[in-house]
């Protein structure tokens, strides 16, 4: 099992930054990606980015330039910083987690940007 703790998330004005973290705890050998999807009101779930254990990334064609998603594979975390935030960034994000065949999610962290 793996279990997924994020932090960061908040209320930021249109153009302001915010940074998510999460922590991957329990088996965490053959973690890889790792990264973040969102689910805004009333839509599916969608990627905002990932990240392999190797550094390769995948980013949303609506946040790339915008957002960088990074790890700190000893610690077996992942950050995404978001820049040049928009009000259609609004959304839960969730953190995501994928061990071989299994997946894993985090809580959510609610990420609204007013304008």
């Known amino acids: 099992q793996v279990q997924l703790v994020e932090s960061g998330g908040g209320l930021v004005q249109a153009g302001g930054s915010l940074r998510l973290s999460c922590a991957a705890s329990?088996?965490?050998?053959?973690?890889?990606?790792m990264g973040w999807y969102r689910q805004a009101p009333g839509k599916e779930r969608e990627l905002a980015a990932v990240i392999s254990a190797g550094g390769s990334t995948n980013y949303a064609d609506s946040v790339k330039g915008r957002f960088t998603i990074s790890n700190d594979y000893a610690k077996r975390t992942v950050y995404l910083q978001m820049n040049s935030l928009k009000p259609e960034d609004t959304a839960v994000y969730y953190c995501?987690?994928?061990?071989?065949?299994?997946?894993?999610w985090g809580q959510g962290t609610q990420v609204t940007v007013s304008s």
């Open positions: 329990g088996s965490i050998f053959g973690i890889s990606p």
């Open positions: 995501y987690a994928r061990r071989f065949s299994s997946e894993y």
